[in-house]
């Protein structure tokens, strides 16, 4: 099966983070957070959960430290989550037959999901999963540099 980084950036977020990541321990073969120099237990949290953990500022433009989550996985499907997301039974599953699934694009080949799917999956996780981003690792070994 191919394998799924489930990426993050945080900043603060020790109320939020175990539950989150509590959710993804059946989806997850690695575990990125790009922290944003956080003065409470984040860090400590995530690493307890084995993620890696890189700490650097707390820019402004926030998704500039999502991308670099995204850009630091290295499996061959990202799902990138906030915090105070989490998955249900259900959604993982769906997820996990979907990325089987040989009418999605193939990682390294620049296709994004389809939107089918990401209605599908955020209408199966109803309030347990709003927003995110589902996504092909698909940079072909260049880094994305869109907010850098």
Known sequence: ?????VV????????NLAKCLDTVQDLADEIV???GTSSDKTVEIAKKY??????????KIFHINKQIAIDAATKDWILQLDADEHLTPQLTAEIKSEIRNPRLPKPGT???????LLAGLRSLGSLDFQ???FYPYSYGGEKNTNYK
């Open 33 to 35: 957070i790009v922290d």
């Open 131 to 133: 927003g995110g981003n």
């Open 8 to 15: 993050l950036a945080t900043f603060n977020e020790e109320k």
């Open 1 to 5: 099966m191919p394998q799924v980084s």
């Open 50 to 59: 084995g993620a890696r953990v890189i700490v650097r500022e707390n820019p």
């Open 110 to 116: 620049g296709g994004q999901v389809s939107e089918r």
